[in-house]
């Protein structure tokens, strides 16, 4: 699912090229992505981008009047910057937005079709979608720790909650973690302070850095979860950057948390739910056991 820096650089790519430029129509082709039938989405049309905004991992298209477009890609969802009337992907083409000097295209792949678009009037409306995470890039020391302590949860489970921090999932929750050399499954009400400080500090250097990173490849094309500049996220079984270890994992769901565990369980394997189950006494509780077991 594209992150808080995928959206941040979707919407400085598309504040370049549709900003003050008319939305001349619109092109749906999948009848499960518009969710709001009033106002409709003709409302938009013909009317020129005011503004363009994040509320979460949303793109919000603000136009006079108080009207608003809202896209929400979920895991799949990509947006592509053509020429202008460029016919959508038949298999995976959900939408087009046609602007007089290009198309901005949505694309999803996959079965499961998750992505979104509501079309909204006041702020009051948008306000509704918003979770009310913290923006982490913005946030002091003290503000940051207040929202940590709000739950009481893992701290894989805290970064990724959008009631709590906005904009964070789980590529770039596994990467702060490795970062701030803390456990995924570590306590958010039992950190130190210096936990806590380095934490905040951790976040703020991750988010940071792979913003500046996905800003020098122009137009986000290839949004992904995974990049070759990550530390341990998508890593299994590869050498942890920093010590050498290899990167293990926890998998769960449609999902999986990355961690080394030199760097930040003081060598302990996380027990993965199916497979700790499965092997019982032969699952490797250390790092040397997992070794000798490998030799």
Same mark, same amino acid.
């Given at each position: 699912?594209?992150?808080?820096?995928?959206?941040?650089?979707?919407?400085?790519?598309?504040?370049?090229?549709?900003?003050?430029?008319?939305?001349?129509?619109?092109?749906?082709?999948?009848?499960?992505?518009?969710?709001?039938?009033?106002?409709?989405?003709?409302?938009?049309?013909?009317?020129?981008?005011?503004?363009?905004?994040?509320?979460?991992?949303?793109?919000?298209?603000?136009?006079?009047?108080?009207?608003?477009?809202?896209?929400?890609?979920?895991?799949?969802?990509?947006?592509?910057?053509?020429?202008?009337?460029?016919?959508?992907?038949?298999?995976?083409?959900?939408?087009?937005?046609?602007?007089?000097?290009?198309? =901005?295209?949505?694309? !999803?792949?996959?079965?499961?079709? @998750? /992505?979104? %678009?509501? +079309? #909204? &009037?006041?702020?009051?409306?948008?306000?509704?979608?918003?979770?009310?995470?913290?923006?982490?890039?913005?946030?002091?020391?003290?503000?940051?720790?207040?929202?940590?302590?709000?739950?009481?949860?893992?701290?894989?489970?805290?970064?990724?909650?959008?009631?709590?921090?906005?904009?964070?999932?789980?590529?770039?929750?596994?990467?702060?973690?490795?970062?701030?050399?803390?456990?995924?499954?570590?306590?958010?009400?039992? =950190?130190?302070?210096? !936990?806590?400080?380095?934490?905040? @500090? /951790?976040? %703020?250097? +991750? #988010? &940071?850095?792979?913003?500046?990173?996905?800003?020098?490849?122009?137009?986000?094309?290839?949004?992904?979860?995974?990049?070759?500049?990550?530390?341990?996220?998508?890593?299994?079984?590869?050498?942890?950057?920093?010590?050498?270890?290899?990167?293990?994992?926890?998998?769960?769901?449609?999902?999986?948390?990355?961690?080394?565990?030199?760097?930040?369980?003081?060598?302990?394997?996380?027990?993965?739910?199916?497979?700790?189950? =499965?092997?019982?006494?032969?699952?490797?509780?250390?790092?040397?056991?997992?070794?000798?077991?490998?030799?």
């Amino acid at each position: 699912m594209p992150e808080l820096p995928d959206i941040v650089t979707y919407l400085e790519a598309l504040d370049r090229r549709v900003k003050g430029r008319v939305l001349q129509r619109v092109r749906l082709v999948s009848p499960f992505l518009l969710r709001t039938v009033d106002p409709p989405i003709e409302a938009a049309e013909g009317k020129p981008i005011a503004a363009l905004r994040r509320i979460g991992k949303r793109i919000v298209f603000g136009f006079d009047g108080d009207l608003f477009l809202v896209l929400h890609l979920m895991i799949a969802g990509r947006l592509h910057w053509a020429d202008p009337g460029t016919k959508l992907n038949a298999k995976i083409g959900l939408a087009a937005f046609d602007f007089e000097n290009g198309t =901005l295209t949505l694309t !999803e792949a996959g079965t499961k079709k @998750r /992505a979104s %678009l509501h +079309v #909204l &009037r006041g702020e009051a409306a948008l306000r509704a979608l918003d979770p009310g995470g913290l923006e982490v890039l913005d946030t002091s020391l003290d503000q940051f720790r207040e929202a940590l302590l709000k739950e009481s949860h893992t701290l894989k489970r805290s970064l990724t909650d959008p009631h709590l921090f906005s904009g964070i999932g789980n590529a770039y929750s596994d990467e702060i973690l490795h970062r701030a050399k803390l456990s995924p499954l570590a306590n958010s009400r039992k =950190l130190s302070a210096e !936990e806590v400080e380095r934490l905040h @500090r /951790a976040t %703020l250097e +991750v #988010l &940071r850095d792979a913003i500046r990173r996905l800003k020098e490849e122009g137009f986000p094309e290839g949004v992904t979860a995974f990049r070759e500049w990550h530390a341990v996220h998508g890593r299994f079984k590869k050498p942890c950057p920093v010590c050498g270890a290899p990167i293990q994992r926890i998998r769960y769901a449609d999902n999986e948390t990355n961690y080394c565990p030199r760097c930040q369980t003081e060598g302990k394997i996380l027990a993965d739910r199916s497979l700790s189950r =499965l092997l019982k006494d032969d699952w490797p509780r250390t790092l040397e056991e997992l070794e000798e077991r490998r030799g």
